[in-house]
């Protein structure tokens, strides 16, 4: 348990990961829920290196 606080990227990253497994990485759909458009997306994604990949070791992180 870390006593400091996420930082708004981290909070950023895992609620954009949260979302793209809810909608089974379909990036139209998560634009629509996040808010944001295609190519704001593809920013984030590249900026906090997230790929398919990620949502299973995400899975086994404990967020707190």
Do not use: F, M
């Amino acid at each position: 348990a870390s006593d400091q606080p996420a930082t708004l990227a981290e909070v950023e990253k895992h609620y954009i990961l949260k979302i793209l497994r809810e909608v089974n990485w379909s990036q139209k759909k998560a634009c629509k829920i996040l808010g944001l458009s295609k190519t704001t997306l593809y920013r984030r994604l590249k900026e906090y290196n997230l790929q398919a990949k990620d949502s299973k070791e995400e899975d086994a992180l404990q967020l707190e």
